[in-house]
């Protein structure tokens, strides 16, 4: 027993244990304050991340707005287009119906086109 406390009194005597002790106690002061920064630096990345995240949803939404409009433009196009080949077709149809209408005779005082003069007689 008298070896133990000899050998504690040389060790506190001598400051080891004390040495030892410190150093330990500034290994977990070093090692909190690494963990610290660490968690900060999560933190700040996990808010740019948001922040990106963030701006890239409203690049995303100004791009889905330009979209939209481009479409509704292509839209508005393609339902004038629809309307204008019935309006040619329907003007086709008209000129094809004045043509067969037409009377062929030039010299005539009573000029009357060939299928109303039958449709007359006819009657």
């Known amino acids: 027993m008298e ?3 000899a ?3 040389a060790a506190f005597g001598s400051g080891w244990a ?3 002790a410190f ?3 500034e290994k977990r002061k070093r090692k909190a304050e690494v963990e610290n920064v660490e968690l900060d630096l999560n933190t700040k990345y ?4 948001e922040k990106r ?3 890239a949803y409203q690049h995303i939404d100004r791009l889905q707005r330009v979209v939209n409009s481009e479409r509704d433009k292509w839209i508005k196009l393609a339902n004038e287009v629809v309307l204008l080949k019935e309006e040619l077709l329907n003007e086709r149809e008209a000129k ?3 043509e067969f209408d037409r009377c062929t005779v030039s010299n ?6 060939p299928r109303k003069s039958v449709s007359i007689e006819n009657k």
Do not use: F
């Open 3 to 5: 070896t133990v406390l």
């Open 7 to 9: 050998i504690l009194a």
């Open 18 to 20: 004390i040495q030892i």
């Open 23 to 25: 150093y330990r106690y």
């Open 46 to 49: 996990d808010e740019l991340q």
């Open 53 to 55: 995240l963030g701006e």
């Open 96 to 98: 094809k119906m004045a």
């Open 108 to 113: 005539c005082d009573k000029r009357t086109p």
